[in-house]
Every structure is written in structure tokens, then in C-alpha cells.
């Protein structure tokens, strides 16, 4: 079965430092994986994907994510955190096995404090 | 473009009654899912439509229900509401069913049981 895991439930980072939200998947078969970023009481909003290509994408809002392979691992950093990046993040892969429904990680919180 | 919306934003219900939350997707997607997202379970999979047709379900009972029409329009609904079906329901949209293809969010319904 295809599943994705987020370690930390919190990340707390001072603004202006780098931040990273860890995310580790489990596939058969070739990943499609994604982040979105929810504030408080809104829908999700799509930041970034990877289908095939290069390990580093880029997505909105000066966000990118890391695909590793061999670590199963698709971590998504920012160089510069900002205050107004604290929200709820989600990593998901696409079940191609099922029609293609996202499975998502349980969530991490990230704090980041001026 | 419009993004996915839906309607209505907030829903307050007893239990035991019906209700119905609407979802119209961005223009020219053609694929609709459906997620309910509570702070036990997190984000789970409800169903996902395209072209009228349900290609996938989750593990709900069968008291969630859902269709769409012919303009892509998508429909759920859930008859004899439990108090555990308290949940801010997702709706996504995508141009195809094809697993690379990103998903977007609706702002989503907050429904309360009581």
C-alpha cells in the first residue's frame, strides 16, 4: 500500500532562517508527490509537485523540495522563513494503483516567530 | 480562471438529517474528488468522479454518496448524519484523472452534527 509519513507534528523556526518540513513516502512503482500548505480555515492550496525529472523542484511562494530516491525522502525547505509562512503542510502521493487519489501525511504545523 | 468553489461554506445539522454540499470545478477540469479532513483522521479519500462517472470510493459507509453532472458539477451527499461526520469536507479538481495531474482545493464545507 502507498503511504506517506511527516515525523514531526511541529516545526518551530526563528523568520529568516531556513526551514524544513521532513516527508517520507512508500510506493510501488514510480512517485508522484506533492505539497500543499493550508491556513486556518481554508482549503488546501498546491505549492509544489514531483513527477520525473529533476531531484530539486521548485514551487510558489520561494518554496522548493528535494526528491531523494534512495532515502525514499521529499522534504520540502525554504532558504528564508517568514512569518506569514506559519500554516498547517501536507505531503501527499498520488495512488495511481486507485484512480489516482491523494493519500496525505497526518500534517506538520510550522511556527515561524519574528 | 475561478478556482474550485463550493457551497455552502457552513452547515450546521442534527442528527439524524440528510445534507447535501455542492462543488463546481475550475473550468475545464473534468475530474472532481472529494476528501473529509478531521483532526483525528486527517485528510481521507471520499471519491473521486470523472466524466459522471465514480472511478474510485473510499472506506466510508454507504451513507456518503456522491455524483457529478454533466458540467462537471459535483454533488455529495451524506443522509442520517452521526455526530462523527463533524468534518470540513474538500473538494479538489483536476483537468484529468491521470496521476500527474495536481489536484486543487475548494475552500471546503465546515459541517457540524449536533
Known amino acids: 500500500a502507498q503511504s506517506v509519513a511527516q515525523p514531526e507534528d511541529q516545526v518551530n523556526v526563528a523568520e529568516g532562517n531556513p526551514l524544513t518540513v521532513k516527508c517520507t513516502y512508500s510506493?510501488?512503482?514510480?512517485?508522484?508527490l506533492f505539497w500543499y500548505v493550508q491556513y486556518p480555515n481554508r482549503g488546501l492550496q498546491f505549492l509544489l509537485k514531483?513527477?520525473?525529472?529533476?531531484?530539486l523542484v521548485k514551487g510558489s511562494y520561494g518554496f522548493e523540495a528535494e526528491f531523494n530516491k534512495s532515502q525514499t525522502s521529499f522534504h520540502l525547505k525554504k532558504p528564508s522563513a517568514l512569518v506569514s509562512d506559519s500554516a498547517l503542510y501536507f505531503c501527499?502521493?498520488?495512488?495511481?494503483?486507485?484512480?489516482?487519489?491523494?493519500?496525505f501525511g497526518q500534517g506538520t504545523e510550522l511556527s515561524v516567530k519574528p | 480562471k475561478a478556482g474550485v468553489t463550493q457551497t455552502p461554506r457552513y452547515l450546521i445539522k442534527t442528527r439524524g438529517q440528510q445534507v447535501t454540499l455542492s462543488c463546481s470545478p475550475i473550468?475545464?477540469?473534468?475530474?472532481v474528488s472529494w476528501y473529509q479532513q478531521t483532526p483525528g483522521q486527517g485528510l481521507q479519500f471520499l471519491f473521486e468522479?470523472?466524466?459522471?462517472?465514480?472511478?474510485n470510493k473510499g472506506n466510508f459507509p454507504g451513507r456518503f454518496s456522491g455524483r457529478q453532472f454533466s458540467n462537471s458539477r459535483s454533488e455529495m451527499n451524506v443522509s442520517t448524519l452521526e455526530l462523527g461526520d463533524s468534518a470540513l469536507y474538500l473538494c479538489?479538481?483536476?483537468?484529468?484523472?491521470?496521476?500527474?495531474?495536481?489536484?486543487?482545493f475548494g475552500p471546503g464545507t465546515r459541517l457540524t452534527v449536533l
Open positions: 501527499a502521493v498520488r495512488d495511481t494503483s486507485q484512480g489516482g487519489k491523494l493519500i
Open positions: 479538489a479538481s483536476s483537468l484529468a484523472g491521470e496521476g500527474m495531474r495536481t489536484q486543487y
Open positions: 473550468s475545464g477540469h473534468r475530474s
Open positions: 468522479y470523472f466524466s459522471e462517472t465514480q472511478r
Open positions: 510506493v510501488s512503482g514510480n512517485p508522484y
Open positions: 514531483y513527477i520525473t525529472g529533476d531531484n
